[in-house]
C-alpha cells in the first residue's frame, strides 16, 4: 500500500509537471492543467488516483489559503471603503441570480428544492481564476477589477448561510426560519468576536515572533494564526474560508503583510493545484456525452445570463458600458465554491442524478474558458463596445498631441506626483504625467498642467506618452502591484531607460528592484532622515555636519548616490575621493570567463556597482556572475583603488605600482 501511494504521487505529479509545461507553452493557464491532470487520472478515467475524502479535505485547503491572501489584500478600512459594491452590488447579483435559475428550474420543471439549490450554486463565481488572472494582468485596482473582487467577497460571503441552508432543505421545511436565523446570529457574533479581540493583539503578536529572528517561527505563527482562525469558525457552524478571509484581513493591518504573503504563496499555489485536480477527477465523460444538449445549456446560462446580468447591475451602479462589459466577462463562470455547495447538495441526496452531471459539465467548461475571457477581457469590450473603443482612441490621440522629446514620463499625478512634476518645472525639464483620476485630470488640465487621462499600465499608452524618446519615467503609484506591472511594461518596451519608484518603506524594495526598478525611494526613510536632519539644526548642529549626515545616509542607502562619475576635474571636491569607473571588457582581458568571486576585487578597495551586459545594466550583480567579453563592469572606489583594479581585470597584473602612483 506504501508503495502504490507513493507511485500515485509519482504519476500525479509527472502528470501535472508534462501538462502545465505543455499548456505554458502553448500560453494557457496552468489551471486547464490540473483539471485535465483529474480528468486522465480520476475514477471515471484511467481510475489511477482514487476519489478519497482525505484528499477532498487536503485540497479544500488550496481555497483557505486563497481566501487568506484576499484577506491580506484587503484591510478593514479598504473593506469599509468599498462597501457599497461589496453589500450593494455584490449582494444583488447573488440574489438575482439565484432568483432568476429558481424560475427556469421551476419551468423545465424540477422542484422548487433543486431551483434554490442550483441558484446559489450557480450564482458563485471562481474566486481562485479569477483573482489570479487579474492579478497577473495587474487589474486589481482597475475598476472592472474592483467591481469583480467586490462581488466575489460577498459570493464568499454568501456560502455561509448557503452551507446552513442546504442540510436545512434536507430536512423540515417548518424549522428552515429558526435554523437560518440563528446561524445568521452565530456568524456575526463569531466575526464580532474574531475582530475586536483579534485586531489589537495581532500588531504586538507578530512583533514578538518577528523579534525572534526565525524564519521557521515566523512561518510557523503564520499557519498557526491562518488555521486557528479557521479552525474556529468551522466550529462556530460556518467556513474555514470565512476564518481565513479574517486572518488575512487583520495581518494586513500590520507591517508584515508582504512578508506573510511570500511565505503562503508556496503553500496556496499547491493546494489549489490540488484542488482543481480534485475537481477534474469528478469529471464522468461519458455521462456529459449523454446529456451533452443539456450541458451546453448550462453553459450558456452560466456565461451569457449571469454575465447579462453583472452588466446590468455595473451600468445600474454607474458605469460606462465598456467597464460594465469588462466586468461581466470577468465574472461569467462557475466557481469552486459553487462545487462545494454541489458535493454538499449531492451528499444530503437533493440533486437528481439526471441533473447533477450536466450542471457539474457546464460549471467546468465555464471555468475553462474563465481565464480565455479574462485573459482578452480588455479586446473583447474593445470590439464590442464602440463607445469605449472610442473614448480611448481618443485618450491615446491626446496624449501624442503633446509631442515631447526627451522628457520624464509621471505615472500617477497625486500629491507626490505633482511635487516631483514642480520640481522638474522649475529645472526647465518637460514633463507628461498620466492618471486615472478624471476629476483630478480635468482640474490640472484647466490649470495647464501637462497631464492627461490614461492607463500607465498600458502598452499603447505608453508608448503614446513617448516611451522610446523619454529620458526617464517616475511611477508614483502608492499600489505595489500597479507599480511593479508599469514596471514590466517600461522594460520590456526600453530595458534601459531609467525608472524611479516610489515606495512607502524598505519592505517593498525587494520586490520593486526585481521588477525593474533602477532606484526605489521609501516615503518612511526620507521623512525619517529629514525630521533627523531639522532636529539636528534646531539643537544647534551646524548646517555643514546635518549635510554631510544626510549625504552619507543617502550613499549608504542609493545607489545611485553611491560616488559619481568624474571628467578630468571637479572643482571643488577632493580629487582622492571615492568615484565611480566603468571598465569595458575586450576579448584579450584577463578577468574574461572569471567570477566576481574569483577576481575579488573588494581585495584592492573597490566594490562592484553593475555589470552592463548587452544594454542591460545588472546592478550588486552575485559573486558567481561569470564575465564575458563585451562586458561593462561598474567600480566604486578611490581613484589608486580603480586604477589597481583595472589593470588587474584587463592584465591580471598587480605589481604595476609605479602606474598606480603616478
Known amino acids: 500500500m506504501h508503495d502504490q501511494g507513493l507511485l500515485i504521487i509519482i504519476l500525479l505529479l509527472a502528470t501535472g509537471v508534462i501538462l502545465v509545461g505543455v499548456l505554458r507553452f502553448l500560453q494557457l493557464p496552468a489551471v486547464f492543467a490540473y483539471l485535465l491532470t ?4 480520476g475514477p471515471h478515467a484511467l481510475a489511477v488516483v482514487p476519489d478519497l475524502a482525505s484528499t477532498r479535505q487536503l485540497a479544500a485547503f488550496g481555497v483557505v489559503f486563497l481566501m487568506f491572501s484576499i484577506g491580506l489584500e484587503f484591510s478593514l478600512s479598504q473593506f469599509m471603503s468599498m462597501r457599497r459594491l ?5 449582494a444583488a447579483q447573488v440574489l438575482l441570480t439565484s432568483i432568476i435559475f429558481v424560475g427556469i428550474a421551476l419551468i423545465i420543471p424540477l422542484s422548487w428544492k433543486t431551483g434554490v439549490i442550483l441558484g446559489g450554486i450557480l450564482a458563485m463565481s471562481s474566486t481562485a481564476m479569477v483573482i489570479r488572472a487579474l492579478a497577473e494582468k495587474m487589474e486589481m485596482q482597475s475598476r472592472h477589477g474592483r467591481i469583480a473582487v467586490s462581488v466575489l467577497l460577498f459570493q464568499d460571503l454568501a456560502v455561509v448561510p448557503l452551507l446552513i441552508l442546504i442540510p436545512a432543505l434536507a430536512g423540515s421545511a417548518k424549522d428552515l426560519p429558526h435554523d437560518l436565523a440563528m446561524a445568521g446570529l452565530k456568524a456575526v457574533l463569531v466575526l464580532l468576536v474574531l475582530l475586536v479581540i483579534g485586531r489589537p493583539i495581532m500588531r504586538p503578536w507578530f512583533q514578538l515572533i518577528a523579534n525572534r529572528k526565525s524564519t521557521e517561527l515566523f512561518m510557523l505563527n503564520v499557519l498557526l494564526v491562518t488555521l486557528a482562525l479557521a479552525w474556529i469558525t468551522e466550529q462556530a457552524g460556518l467556513s474555514l474560508a470565512l476564518g481565513a478571509f479574517v486572518a488575512g484581513m487583520l495581518i494586513s493591518e500590520t507591517a508584515y503583510r508582504y512578508q506573510v504573503e511570500a511565505d503562503i504563496a508556496p503553500f496556496r499555489d499547491i493546494l489549489l493545484g490540488l484542488f482543481f485536480v480534485t475537481i477534474g477527477m469528478l469529471v464522468d465523460l461519458p455521462a456529459w456525452w449523454a446529456n451533452i444538449a443539456w450541458v451546453l445549456i448550462v453553459l450558456l446560462l452560466i456565461v451569457f445570463l449571469k454575465g447579462f446580468l453583472v452588466w446590468g447591475l455595473s451600468r445600474l451602479f454607474g458605469y460606462e458600458s465598456g467597464v460594465a462589459l469588462r466586468s461581466a466577462i470577468v465574472l461569467a463562470q462557475a466557481g469552486e465554491f459553487g462545487f462545494v455547495l454541489l458535493a454538499l447538495a449531492n451528499q444530503y441526496q437533493l440533486l437528481p442524478a439526471h ?3 450536466p450542471v457539474l459539465g457546464g460549471m467546468l467548461l465555464s471555468m475553462m474558458l474563465a481565464p480565455i475571457l479574462v485573459e482578452r477581457n480588455g479586446w473583447i ?4 463596445v464602440g463607445s469605449y473603443r ?11 498631441a503633446a509631442d515631447l522629446k526627451a522628457h520624464v514620463v509621471l505615472c500617477g499625478y497625486g500629491r507626490v506626483g505633482q511635487s516631483v512634476g514642480r520640481l522638474l518645472e522649475e529645472e526647465a525639464i518637460p514633463f507628461i504625467a498620466l492618471d486615472l483620476d478624471p476629476v483630478r485630470v480635468r482640474q490640472a488640465q484647466s490649470a495647464g498642467e501637462s497631464i ?4 500607465a499600465s498600458r502598452r499603447d499608452v505608453l508608448q503614446a506618452a513617448g516611451i522610446f524618446s523619454a529620458r526617464a519615467v517616475v511611477i508614483t503609484y502608492a499600489n505595489v502591484a500597479s507599480s511593479q506591472r508599469v514596471l514590466s ?3 520590456e518596451l526600453r530595458p534601459e531607460l531609467p525608472v524611479v519608484v516610489r515606495a512607502h518603506d524598505d519592505s517593498q524594495l525587494e520586490k520593486l528592484e526585481a521588477a525593474g526598478a533602477d532606484e526605489v525611494v521609501p516615503e518612511v526613510n526620507e521623512g525619517a532622515l529629514m525630521l533627523a536632519s531639522q532636529t539636528l539644526l534646531l539643537i544647534g548642529f551646524p548646517i555643514s555636519t546635518v549635510l554631510r549626515r544626510v549625504r552619507r545616509f543617502r550613499q549608504e542607502r542609493y545607489q545611485f548616490f553611491r560616488g559619481a562619475f568624474w571628467g578630468g576635474s571637479e572643482p571643488g571636491e577632493d580629487q582622492a575621493s571615492a568615484r565611480l569607473a566603468s571598465i569595458p571588457l575586450g576579448e584579450t582581458a584577463f578577468g574574461l570567463h572569471l567570477s566576481l568571486r574569483e577576481l575579488n576585487l573588494t581585495s584592492f578597495g573597490v566594490s562592484v556597482v553593475a555589470v552592463r551586459r548587452h544594454g542591460i545594466r545588472g546592478r550588486d550583480p552575485a559573486p558567481d556572475t561569470v564575465l564575458k567579453s563585451g562586458d561593462v563592469l561598474v567600480l566604486f572606489g578611490s581613484p589608486a583603488a580603480l586604477t589597481k583594479a ?8 598587480t605589481a604595476q605600482e609605479t602606474a598606480v602612483t603616478a
Not at 583595472?646 to 597584473?653: A, D, S, W
Open 489 to 491: 511594461i517600461i522594460k
Open 38 to 41: 483529474g480528468v486522465i487520472l
Open 355 to 357: 441533473v447533477l452531471q
Open 452 to 455: 492627461f487621462y490614461g492607463d
Open 390 to 400: 472610442n473614448h480611448r482612441d481618443q485618450q491615446l490621440t491626446e496624449i501624442r
Open 646 to 653: 583595472e589593470l588587474y581585470v584587463l592584465e591580471g597584473n
Open 381 to 384: 469590450a474593445r470590439k464590442l
Open 86 to 90: 461589496i453589500f450593494g452590488m455584490g
